[in-house]
């Protein structure tokens, strides 16, 4: 793709190469004669020639050079330069400016406005008789029934300007201008106008129905209909319906459900068809697109692109076969594949830009139909066409790269899918400012920007920011694929984060929770694949039913044939599953090994075949609603039970939001001195001893200085107004940035003296608001425990090493080290683990959404199937527990590594971890998991944490056997586990439990 190269031209004038200024001269299609002056100029039919023949860069040239010799009086540019504004438009269009592109539609449509009196003036035929020789459907792919009949098109319209009565305009004190007639290309200047209504109303989407410009336009073309005669009035008709149409889901654009019998109607004069005929069907086909008549929208179409081909209009040929390519969401499409071979066949010497529309399209019903090889052989077609010289049709390349994607991944290979399908984004996205080529995308920053200014008002255009933050809908991929996927894949947090700014602003707590959820969802979602888009795919066919919201409930009640060979593979990964479940995880008998061994096989190779499915679907025309992480909707306060709260604390800018949320409802706050919360934070750690003495100095606190900072930060994080902890039993904390690294449980519940909040308050943490009150569900399989250890306990004892890990380890009988079984990844074994504990400080992970490539585990680190984000793929289920001690936070960081690890393990289907902000080790450690281990059979997470700490904090500890400590505190006497240094350290995972019903 030539996508970056074109860059520059999209932002800049364009420049009259040699090449466009040598032929500008030469005769082109329905230019007038040489020796006459020409309106357009003669250099617009040159550059309909080069744009078809898809040099974009040449033809823009050619239409500015037709743009800046087109007439002028003294209101400015004349009707001629129309027609090279609306291919301005098409041009920039198809290099993916879409703010380009709106601006010379837009033109085109002012000059059409300030013109009225000159368009009113064209002195149409009184009819239009069939052109000879060209009856019927004369071309390949024609479809039965209609029956069209082209008509012979006069190339030169006379218009009249100036004035006929002299004395009137002199009475009136005006400067006289005697009457002329101009030839005109009249035809081609309102199909021009139709091109610009058509187009802009697709780049404006639901805007277009209450745009000012859109509406004065349509007033004109209503009375332009009534003022015309029998030839022109169906032209103008062709105009208002394409204006009143509006964009696909435009509110308020034909209120009374007339568009579509408007240019059916205006599809003929009399008994034949005019230039704008593929237009008018083109307008008629997306009203029947958008009421859902399915059938009548192919005919439509089909019917477009005949008459498109009659009238030797290539590029709305290849148009009318891409809006016909959305019916196969439906499935494979047989008829539409032979009629874009037909038409690649006929354009490929001819047309390259209908040429190359055909074979993606027909490429795109191959890899419908599950035909590869034809598949590839189409995508091959539109390599060597795009070769040719001066050829670049960006937008029509990132279509070709999407089916390859979706071909790639049918063909189980994720990797070079997702590059292509990267490819794709990268056009839609463009460089999220000028470079847009994604309607969606252009939508929500105009949206955006006018609640920033304030110019618009702001619950409606709320409203509208939020139903195009929704995920992609089938209608949406119907119409345009790389605009649903760039709006899939794109990250929305700023837009998000205006949203939560406006309800700050407006002191509306209610709102801000679920717009704080949101943001931080999209955070997750931006660093998955295709927008998390397969993750929604696993958990829809996998989660249970009552985890899934109503809209994925109901679709997983009807799931379509893709998805339902998923189901199936599921069912038998659960059987799989079962069967392991019920054999040792390390055997010494060989018919349990070689039953074991055949079972992991079927494992992988159903896990590698679902996964390849699964990005295909993720990557096809698709509506896939949002399961993964679950949304805070609106009253989910509802769902806190009594004595419960959850806090959630969000960066807007150089601010932190706090929002709790309790039975009662939701309050607000704004963190006092945010920017320097995190430098707060880091001085309490280092004030209880997080983080390396100098040789000779002591590692622990001489006293509880440290409660007076605590104190502060506690009252600026958790104000007794806006919370009171008086009576709360169960905390969840939402973190961000580096509070991620703050144990809350260590501040206090008041002043210096009083209780800390971890000693009154059972606290654990969430990544999101949704998850804290919608916790994954518990999809492990058996008891067995699995744990990992790496001389974490007594690292330069390793006989007491040996003793602690046989200690732990017989907590369970069921209780495995691993890997006992050979070279199968972690995933696969923590699927059939109730509990994985991981001892071991030697793999801290990286920062942000590269965390998610770290392991949990230590053997199987180096896998391509041992990351977190492998452990978010089929076959779904983890442990229900894990504990990961030894996790090395970076402390200094912006708390990116925990957020993405505690969204990963979630992701996976567990619902409850421990996680460690700084590895402890040493006897405290074994101490704590000691005593976790045996809650663990019969509580929570939290509640054996809870109790371990109690154990922990009431026992002596030996300053020799605490590998965190330095050699200042070596000869430390009377030393206990109640330092916070030893227990506060390591945060637990887990949402609220269930209301009671």
């Known amino acids: ?511 801000a929770l679920p717009a704080a959820d949101a943001l931080l969802r999209s955070q997750v979602r931006a660093a998955l694949p295709v927008g998390g888009r397969p993750l929604d795919l696993r958990w829809l066919i996998a989660a249970p039913l009552d985890r899934l919201g109503a809209q994925a409930g109901e679709l997983r009640k009807n799931l379509p044939g893709v998805l339902g060979s998923l189901q199936q593979g599921h069912l038998r990964a659960s059987e799989i599953r079962d069967a392991l479940a019920a054999l040792p995880l390390a055997s010494d008998d060989a018919a349990e090994k070689k039953q074991a061994t055949e079972l992991w096989k079927e494992m992988v190779e159903l896990s590698d075949a679902m996964e390849a499915t699964t990005l295909a679907a993720a990557l096809d025309r698709m509506a896939v609603p949002e399961v993964f992480p679950p949304a805070w909707a609106a009253s989910e306060e509802r769902r806190i039970v009594e004595g419960s709260a959850v806090v959630s604390f969000v960066p807007l800018g150089n601010r932190i939001v706090g929002i709790a949320a309790l039975p009662t409802g939701a309050s607000m706050w704004l963190v006092e001195n945010s920017s320097a919360i995190g430098t707060r934070a880091k001085r309490l750690l280092a004030d209880i001893g997080v983080g390396r003495r100098r040789a000779g100095q002591s590692q622990l606190p001489s006293d509880d200085a440290w409660r007076s900072a605590a104190v502060e930060l506690r009252e600026a994080l958790l104000p007794a107004d806006k919370l009171p902890l008086e009576g709360l039993k169960h905390l969840v904390i939402v973190p961000s940035g580096p509070l991620w690294y703050l144990p809350f449980e260590l501040l206090p519940v008041a002043d210096e003296e009083s209780a800390l909040i971890g000693n009154a308050v059972a606290v654990s943490y969430a990544p999101t608001p949704g998850l804290a009150i919608h916790p994954p569900p518990d999809t492990s399989v058996g008891d067995s425990v699995g744990y990992v250890t790496k001389l974490f306990f007594a690292p330069k004892v390793p006989e007491e090493e040996a003793d602690w890990v046989a200690k732990l380890r017989d907590e369970h009988e069921t209780s495995v080290s691993l890997p006992e079984s050979g070279s199968i990844p972690g995933r696969f074994i923590s699927a059939r683990l109730r509990t994985l504990w991981v001892a071991a400080a030697d793999q801290p992970p990286a920062s942000g959404p590269a965390a998610l490539q770290s392991s949990p585990l230590i053997y199987d680190a180096k896998s391509n199937q041992g990351s977190l984000a492998e452990w978010m793929r089929f076959p779904w289920g983890a442990p229900r527990t894990v504990l990961l001690p030894g996790f090395r936070s970076r402390l200094n960081g912006d708390g990116s590594e925990l957020f993405y690890t505690a969204i990963a393990l979630h992701a996976a289907g567990t619902p409850e971890a421990l996680l460690a902000r700084w590895p402890v080790g040493g006897v405290s450690t074994a101490t704590m998991m000691s005593e976790m281990l045996q809650e663990l059979p019969n509580e929570d997470a939290l509640s054996a944490w809870r109790r371990a700490v109690q154990v922990l904090r009431g026992s002596e500890l030996d300053p020799t056997a605490e590998p965190l400590l330095s050699e200042g505190d070596r000869g430390r006497v009377d030393l206990t586990g109640d330092e916070p240094l030893f227990w506060t350290g390591y945060m637990v995972l887990q949402g609220l439990p269930e209301p009671p019903k």
């Not at 601006?103 to 406005?113: D, G, I, P, Q």
């Not at 252009?442 to 609640?451: E, K, M, S, T, Y």
Request: proline share 6%.
């Open 1 to 511: 793709m030539r996508i970056a190269a074109l860059r520059l031209l999209l932002l800049t004038p364009f420049v009259l190469t040699p090449f466009v200024l040598a032929f500008a001269a030469a005769p082109a299609a329905r230019a007038q004669d040489p020796g006459q002056i020409s309106y357009p100029a003669r250099e617009y039919y040159l550059g309909l020639q080069l744009f078809r023949e898809g040099s974009m860069a040449q033809a823009g040239e050619a239409f500015e050079l037709a743009r800046r010799r087109g007439r002028r009086d003294p209101s400015g540019r004349w009707i001629d330069s129309i027609p090279a504004h609306a291919m301005l438009g098409e041009v920039q269009y198809q290099l993916g400016n879409l703010v380009g592109a709106e601006e010379h539609f837009a033109a085109a449509l002012n000059l059409m406005l300030v013109h009225e009196a000159s368009l009113a003036s064209l002195d149409w035929p009184r009819q239009l008789l069939p052109a000879g020789g060209l009856s019927g459907n004369p071309v390949p792919w024609a479809p039965g029934g209609r029956r069209m009949q082209p008509a012979a098109v006069p190339d030169r319209i006379n218009v009249a300007i100036g004035e006929l009565n002299a004395e009137r305009v002199l009475r009136s004190g005006g400067a006289f201008q005697a009457a002329q007639f101009i030839p005109v290309d009249g035809i081609e200047i309102l199909r021009a106008v139709a091109i610009s209504a058509y187009r802009r109303s697709e780049i404006l989407g639901p805007l277009a129905g209450t745009d000012p410009l859109t509406g004065r336009a349509a007033e004109l073309a209503q009375r332009m209909v009534s003022r015309s005669n029998a030839v022109a009035a169906p032209l103008w008709q062709t105009v208002y319906g394409l204006l009143i149409a509006g964009g696909d889901g435009a509110e308020g654009a034909d209120p009374g459900g007339q568009a579509a019998t408007v240019l059916q109607r205006a599809s003929v004069i009399g008994s034949v068809e005019h230039p704008l005929t593929p237009l008018a069907l083109l307008g008629t086909a997306r009203r029947h697109r958008d009421s859902g008549q399915t059938e009548a929208f192919r005919v439509a179409v089909m019917e477009a692109s005949v008459a498109a081909a009659l009238f030797d209009q290539p590029e709305w040929v290849g148009e009318a076969v891409r809006v016909a390519s959305g019916t196969l969401v439906a499935g494979a499409d047989e008829p539409l594949r032979a009629a874009a071979v037909a038409i690649a066949d006929t354009y490929a010497r001819r047309a390259r830009f209908a040429a190359v529309a055909a074979n993606v399209v027909a490429a795109d019903c191959a890899v419908t139909a599950g035909n590869r090889p034809l598949a590839t052989n189409y995508l091959g077609n539109v390599q060597t066409l795009l070769r040719k010289r001066d050829t670049a049709m960006p937008r029509y390349e990132a279509t070709a790269a999407w089916v390859q994607a979706r071909l790639l991944a049918a063909s189980g290979q994720p990797a070079e899918a997702l590059l292509a399908a990267t490819r794709a984004v990268a056009f839609g996205r463009g460089n999220g400012g000028n470079l847009v080529g994604a309607p969606s995308l252009l939508q929500r920053n105009r949206i955006a920007a006018a609640l920033e200014s304030g110019a618009i008002a702001g619950d409606k255009e709320e409203q509208r920011l939020a139903k195009l933050l929704e995920p992609p809908s089938a209608a949406q991929w119907a119409r345009d694929p790389i605009d649903a996927l760039a709006a899939a894949a794109s990250d929305p947090s700023a837009l998000l984060a205006a949203r939560l700014a406006r309800s700050v602003s407006r002191s509306d707590a209610e709102a």
